[in-house]
């Protein structure tokens, strides 16, 4: 299974991005997924996790900005973020929530102040 992780760029603090997630081979929805970020030096910290049947959790840090979602027909994973801060820069990757495949290459969000 290949993780491939899209979407993200430099923004202005306050502004949105939309990440997106692609998984192919051979996956199954019946997995909890998630986002994940991580700067360096610091360990990767859960951002978001969704259900197979689609309900969402959040982190703390991402609660009422962030929101996950996934099509489990088209193996994506969505998640868009509004009201975007300097403090969510980072590389942001997704995977199941226990990290079962291996992790891509993720994709850099730079917020800028």
């Known amino acids: 299974v290949q993780l491939q992780a899209s979407g993200g760029g430099l923004v202005q603090a306050g502004g949105s991005l939309g990440l997106s997630c692609a998984a192919s081979?051979?996956?199954?929805?019946?997995?909890?997924m998630a986002w994940f970020r991580q700067t360096p030096g610091k360990e990767r910290e859960l951002v978001a996790s969704i259900t197979t049947g689609g309900v969402p959790n959040y982190a703390d840090s991402g609660k009422g900005r962030f929101t996950i979602s996934r099509n489990n027909g088209r193996k994506m994973i969505y998640l868009q973020m509004n009201n975007l801060k300097p403090d969510d820069t980072a590389v942001y990757y997704c995977?199941?929530?226990?990290?079962?495949?291996?992790w891509g290459k993720g994709t850099l969000v730079t917020v800028s102040s």
């Open positions: 995977n199941s929530i226990t990290g079962h495949w291996p």
């Open positions: 081979g051979r996956t199954s929805s019946s997995y909890v």
